[in-house]
C-alpha cells in the first residue's frame, strides 16, 4: 500500500497541522482518557464476569496470561512506539518510512516472542490448560504490536481521536462477546480468543482510518534505517521494560510459588483500585503540559502549581482507601459473588495503601519530567525494579499471596521517597505532611461513620461516610481559612473560584 498524494497535498497537511494548537491538545487528552478509561472499565467487567461465572483459578489464569502478554509485549515493540510518535510528530513526511519499518521490525520481534514464551510456560511447568490460555493469548501479539505502531502514527499526527474511537467500540464489543460466552458455558479460552479477535480488529480498522484520513509518503521498508531506529530507541525500551518487569513480576512469582488461585485471589484485590488509580493517572497525564509551561517561566510557578494538585490528589485518594479499607468484604462480595474471594480482604487493605502512593507518584513523576530531570526518572524505575524483584520473591516465596501484596507497598513507599527527595530539592521543601493532615483528619471521621452505620444498606453508608468526610473538611479548611470570607479568598487565590 503506498501513497498516491503529491507534494502539494503534503503542503496542505502541514500547514493545517502548524494551525492545531492548544484547543486541540485538550481534544487529544481527552481522546487518550477516554480510550484509557474504556479498556480499563472493560478489562474490570471481563475479569469480575470470569470472576462470578468461573472462579478465582480461572482469574488467576486469565490474569497471568495478561500480565505475562504485558510484560512481553514491552519488550516486543522495542520502544518503537515512543520513537515512532516522536519521529512522525517532528516530520510528517516521515510518516510512511517510519511505520512500514517500525511495523516490520515489531512483527519480527513478535513471532520470535511466540517460541520464548512456549518455552517459558514449559519451563514454569503450569498446568496444560493454564499453559493454552497464555499461548492462544501470545497469539494475538503480532496484531497488537502492529496496532500499536498505528497508534502511535495518529498520536504522532495528533489525531487521537481515532485511537478512542476505533479501540472503545472494540473493546465494549469484547467485553459484551465474553458475557454471552460465559453465560454460553465457554471457558476461560474463549476470552483468551475474544482479546486476540479484538487486537485484529483494531489494527484492521486503524489501517483503514490511516489510509482514509492522514497523508502519508509511500509505505517502504528500509532496511538500513532499523540498527539506527533501534538506538534512538533504547532509551524508551529500557524505561518501559522496567517499569513492566515491575508492574508484572509479583504475578509471575505468586504463579509459581501459589498457583493459579492465588493469583485471582490478588487480582481480584487489585481491580478494586484500577478506577481509582486511572483518575489519578488522568491527573497527572492531564496536567503536564501545564507544568511543562510553568516550569519555562520559573520554578515558582510550578511549585505553587505542584502544591495544589498534591493537596487535590490526596484529598482524593485518602478518604478513598479509607473506604476501600473499612468496607473491603462488602465491595469483594458486592463485585465477585464468590466466598472464594475471601482471602481477598485481607489483600485489598494492605494493597490500597499503594493508592495513596500512586496518586502522589502520579504529579512527583511528571514534576521530573516536566523539569528535565529524566535520567533520575530512569534511576528511579531502575531501582524499583531491582528492589521489586528481590522483595517479592522473598515475601511471595514465604507469605504468598499476602507477600505479593506486602511487595507492592514496600516498594510503593521506596518510589515515593526516591521522587520525594529530587522534587523537594528542586522546590527547596514541599511539606507533604502540612498538605496531608486536613484529608487525613476528614478521612477520621467519614471512618467512624462507616463503621457506627455498619447496619444499614451499603449503598447508604457510603452516601453517609461521604457526606461526614465532605463536611469535615469542610469545616476544617473554614477553621484554618479564619471563616468563610478567608475560605473564599484562599479559593480565588488558588484559581479555585472566579
Known amino acids: 500500500m503506498t501513497a498516491g498524494d503529491g507534494g502539494a497535498g503534503n503542503e496542505a497537511t502541514d500547514e493545517a497541522a502548524r494551525r492545531f494548537g492548544l484547543g486541540s491538545l485538550a481534544a487529544n487528552v481527552g481522546s487518550l482518557l477516554t480510550s484509557n478509561v474504556v479498556n480499563r472499565a472493560t478489562s474490570f467487567v471481563v475479569y469480575a464476569l470470569v470472576a462470578r461465572l468461573l472462579g478465582a483459578r480461572e482469574l488467576g489464569q486469565i490474569a497471568l496470561a495478561v500480565s505475562l502478554f504485558q510484560l512481553g509485549s514491552r519488550f516486543v515493540l522495542l520502544g518503537l512506539d515512543t520513537l515512532t510518535t516522536r519521529e512522525v510528530a517532528k516530520d510528517h513526511h516521515q510518516t510512511g518510512r517510519l511505520l512500514a519499518t517500525s511495523s516490520a521490525a515489531v512483527t519480527v520481534s513478535a513471532l520470535v516472542a511466540l517460541p520464548v514464551m512456549w518455552a ?43 485511537v478512542a474511537a476505533s479501540n472503545s467500540p472494540i473493546w465494549i464489543i469484547q467485553a459484551t462477546t465474553v458475557f454471552v460466552l460465559l453465560q454460553a458455558g465457554y471457558g476461560v479460552e474463549m476470552v483468551a480468543i475474544s482479546m486476540v479477535a479484538a487486537y485484529v480488529a483494531m489494527v484492521a480498522v486503524h489501517w483503514v482510518l490511516l489510509l482514509r484520513t492522514i497523508t502519508r509518503s509511500p509505505l517502504v521498508v528500509d532496511f538500513r534505517f532499523v540498527p539506527a531506529m533501534l ?21 509471575v512469582f505468586l504463579s509459581r510459588f501459589a498457583g493459579e488461585a492465588a493469583v485471582g485471589i490478588y487480582s481480584a484485590a487489585k481491580q478494586l483500585l484500577v478506577p481509582l488509580n486511572l483518575v489519578f493517572q488522568a491527573t ?7 507544568m511543562v509551561r510553568r516550569f519555562a517561566s520559573g520554578v515558582s510557578g510550578l511549585r505553587r502549581l505542584s502544591r495544589r494538585l498534591i493537596e487535590f490528589t490526596l484529598a482524593l485518594a485518602v478518604p478513598a482507601v479509607t473506604g476501600l479499607f473499612v468496607l473491603a468484604g462488602p465491595l469483594l462480595i458486592l463485585v465477585f459473588r464468590d466466598p472464594e474471594f475471601g482471602e481477598s480482604v485481607v489483600v485489598l487493605r494492605i494493597l490500597v495503601w499503594t493508592t495513596i502512593q500512586f496518586a502522589l507518584t502520579a504529579i512527583l513523576g511528571q514534576i521530573l519530567w516536566a523539569s528535565r530531570q529524566e535520567r533520575i526518572s530512569f534511576r528511579i524505575s531502575l531501582a524499583n525494579t531491582i528492589v521489586m524483584v528481590v522483595v517479592a520473591f522473598v515475601l511471595i516465596w514465604r507469605f504468598d499471596v499476602v507477600g505479593a501484596a506486602i ?13 520525594y527527595l529530587p522534587v523537594a530539592r528542586l522546590f527547596t521543601r514541599l511539606d507533604i505532611v502540612r498538605l496531608a493532615w486536613k484529608p487525613v483528619a476528614a478521612s477520621g471521621v467519614m471512618a467512624a461513620v462507616l463503621l457506627a452505620t455498619g447496619a444499614i ?18 469545616l476544617l479548611y473554614l477553621l484554618e481559612a479564619g471563616g468563610y470570607d478567608g475560605l473564599r479568598g484562599h479559593l480565588r487565590s488558588a484559581g479555585l473560584e472566579t
Open 120 to 162: 517459558f510456560v514449559e519451563v514454569m511447568d503450569y498446568s496444560r490448560d493454564t499453559s493454552r490460555v497464555i499461548l492462544i493469548l501470545f497469539a494475538g501479539m503480532v496484531p497488537y504490536a502492529l496496532s500499536q505502531m498505528t497508534e502511535a502514527t495518529f498520536l504522532g499526527w495528533e489525531r487521537s481521536k481515532y
Open 457 to 474: 444498606p451499603l449503598g447508604l453508608r457510603i452516601v453517609a461516610g461521604g457526606l461526614g468526610y465532605v463536611g469535615a473538611l469542610f
Open 407 to 419: 511487595a507492592s507497598v514496600v516498594v510503593g513507599a521506596l518510589n515515593v521517597v526516591q521522587h
Open 284 to 290: 497527572g497525564l492531564g496536567v503536564f503540559p501545564a
Open 231 to 251: 538506538r534512538s530507541a533504547a532509551p524508551f525500551l529500557g524505561i518501559q521494560a522496567l517499569n513492566a518487569v515491575r508492574a508484572n513480576i509479583g504475578i
